[in-house]
């Protein structure tokens, strides 16, 4: 498709296990985001992306949490040993350039939805 | 330190009245402002933004923001209301430190009820 893919939409995970999340990019956009939204709130910055420079890995709330692109272009986020608290909406969103904010605005994807219970 | 405050967390407007949505900032520099709109279990929508020019920026769905640099504003508006419009609305700014950030507002709940 034309926009920004993630999956699984909804995922339902036990305390404990580990959960993988998927982005798959618009193609030929360079600049990766992955943002957290708890309950219908602000987003939260977790990780970003740009070409085949070192992420910025700031946003990362604790060293469970990881992401990689591969080939610059899909992006996996990744939770080991998931806590209740890391409920929430895992959004990812591409740029054409992460350092052309005044001619980019960032397409997003819909989401994943991530409960443990 | 930059920041951006959306001091409403809902705003409820009659279907045809006329809507604004409120947002401040606080940079050093001059800003790059960005409106987004999310839908119920969506991802968020670009609407429109403010780089440099004419201080009226208009969007998509009939939506426009005034960028006001004295009360360092940049409040969304709509003429005329309607029930899809409802939704969850981000403000957000340019961070100048990494130039490829964003600084999010937390959003503001827009209802409009008919």
């Known amino acids: 498709g034309a926009g920004v893919s993630q999956s699984p939409s909804n995922k339902v995970t036990e305390k404990g296990k580990d959960v993988e999340l998927r982005c798959d990019p618009i193609?030929?956009?360079?600049?990766l985001y992955w943002y957290r939204q708890s309950l219908g709130q602000g987003l939260e910055f977790l990780i970003y992306?740009?070409?085949?420079?070192?992420?910025?890995k700031s946003g990362l709330p604790s060293d469970r949490f990881s992401a990689e692109r591969t080939g610059g272009s899909v992006s996996t986020l990744t939770i080991q040993r998931t806590q209740q608290e890391d409920s929430a909406v895992y959004l990812c969103?591409?740029?054409?350039?992460?350092?052309?904010?005044?001619?980019?605005?960032?397409?997003f994807g819909e989401g994943s939805r991530l409960t443990v219970l | 330190a930059q920041s951006v405050a959306q001091p409403e967390d809902q705003v409820n407007v009659a279907e045809g009245n006329p809507l604004t949505v409120k947002c401040t900032y606080s940079?050093?520099?001059?800003?790059?402002l960005f409106w987004y709109v999310q839908y119920p279990n969506r991802g968020l929508q670009f609407l429109l933004k403010y780089i440099t020019g004419d201080n009226l920026v208009k969007g998509s769905y009939g939506f426009e923001a005034e960028f006001n640099k004295s009360q360092t504003s940049f409040h969304l508006k709509k003429p005329s209301a309607l029930v899809s419009d409802s939704a969850l609305y981000f403000c957000a700014v340019r961070d100048l430190d990494s130039n490829y950030q964003l600084i999010w507002g937390a959003g503001t709940k827009l209802i409009i009820k008919p």
């Open positions: 940079v050093s520099g001059n800003p790059y």
């Open positions: 969103a591409s740029s054409k350039s992460g350092t052309s904010l005044s001619t980019g605005e960032l397409f």
């Open positions: 992306f740009q070409g085949n420079s070192a992420p910025d």
């Open positions: 193609s030929g956009h360079t600049a």
